[in-house]
């Protein structure tokens, strides 16, 4: 099985921002303690797949 990366905008700044963090948060997989504007952010996304149906 191989596991191939994807690549989003998202994902690209943060490897130009800082290398290592990519590598935590996308290959490694560490996950961050969310924030509430994660917390938001994540509730937009929710709605908004609703809405579309």
């Known amino acids: 099985m191989t596991n191939e990366l994807t690549l989003s905008k998202s994902k690209i ?6 290398p290592r963090k990519f590598k935590y948060r996308y290959i490694d997989e560490i996950t961050e303690e969310a924030n509430e504007y ?16």
């Open 13 to 18: 700044n943060t490897f130009i921002e800082c």
């Open 38 to 53: 994660m917390l938001l952010g994540t509730e937009v996304h929710e709605i908004a797949e609703e809405i579309a149906g």
